[in-house]
């Protein structure tokens, strides 16, 4: 068996053995959502067949494995932050979820006219628009660090734009639109240097790099399950333990109380301070168990998909009219094209006529599809599932789609 042995691995995940149209499926929308091993599949099915209870609540057998195995996942997401402990870790929705949580619970509580949020261009929706919508409620102020013509963050414009009114800076740590990966540990430090709480949106990371929170340094890290190959509706906020725990709630219900009483209540700590209600169980266990699938992994596949990158950009670099979008020096392996005479969606179609799914349009970024003058890419995303050989396919098929479109 060879280091990253990539037969055994495509093996571990069911769905790439189905066709599309009549042609083996290209997967290749992996920024979108990630496809899922038998592990977390079997877990979620393991769990609804042998374990499901209400976890923290019982003292009978059940509750008590299904609490144990909750716990566990916990543990295995600190692990795969590279956290010491777990109690920072809140199991949330994914990462909007987990951003809008902070810009309510601490933005609302530590936010005031004159204040500023610093974000940068090349933001999703999701890390935008909760700064924004916090902002017009206390009077603070959205500002937003330029991007260079490569899609790398414009660390002078960052560093100018840090002042003493910058209470929180935050940004993605890789680009889902263009793949850039941000120079995360020093804005870090420039940002806390001046001051600032640091929130770093891991959505695209934590699927293609080993992450590490206390070497970032970062004050809170979200990332959602089902791009880092658990499922829809699980994620992670990851916040200072004694940030958190200054924080206000914003949901109330059970679990997340010490002490209920009509004269008043009283609240935990987190991560329960906001896990409100009966949470996401077979979620959060089936993300355990695909964290613990990738991380034994993670050097191997990220070498992988470098590869990945660098055939796919030389093969789509050499097809005529086709422009890509971002070309920072370090990328996931992720790359946004146009090609002339060409709309995006167009394109799209006719990679899917050929099995190939990739992703078009803004990619909720908006913003970014302004600064190039865009309304939208094609957008091709590889995991380290993908082949050389779909790097072929892709370049095969694009070719002949331009062929289509002049
Ligand atoms: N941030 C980034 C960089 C993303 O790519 C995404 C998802 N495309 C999100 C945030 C939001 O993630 P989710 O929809 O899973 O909450």
Known sequence: MSAFDITGIRQDFPILGRSVRGRPLTYLDNAATSQKPSVVIKALERYYSEQNANVHRGVHLLSEEATTAYEAARASVAKFLGLKEARGCIFVRGATEGINLVAECWGRANLKAGDEILLTQLEHHANIVPWQVIAERTGAKVIVTPVTPRGEVDLVAFKGLLSARTKLVAFAHVSNALGTVNPAAEMTRLAQAAGALVLIDGCQ??????????????????????????????????????????????????????????????????????????????????????????????????????????????????????????????????????????????????????GIAIRTGHHCCMPLMKHYGLSGTARASFAFYNTLEEVDRLADSLEKARKMMA
């Open 205 to 354: 990371s934590a699927a293609h790099f080993k992450v590490d929170v206390p070497a970032l340094g970062c004050d809170f890290y979200a990332f959602s399950g089902h791009k880092t190959f658990g499922p829809t509706g699980i994620g992670v906020l990851w916040g200072r333990p004694e940030l958190l725990d200054a924080m206000p709630p914003y949901q109330f219900g059970g679990d997340m109380i010490r002490k209920v009483d009509f004269a008043g209540t009283t609240f935990r700590e987190a991560p329960e301070r906001f896990e409100a209600g009966t949470p996401d169980i077979s979620g959060a266990i089936a993300l355990g168990v695909a964290l613990e699938y990738v991380m034994p992994i993670q050097t191997a596949a990220h070498a992988h998909e470098q590869r990945l990158l660098a055939a796919a950009t030389e093969r789509l670099k050499a097809i005529k009219g086709l422009t890509i979008v971002g070309e920072a020096t370090e990328k996931v392996a992720v790359i946004s094209f146009n090609i002339v005479g060409g709309h995006p969606h167009d394109i799209g179609t006719l990679l899917d006529a050929d």
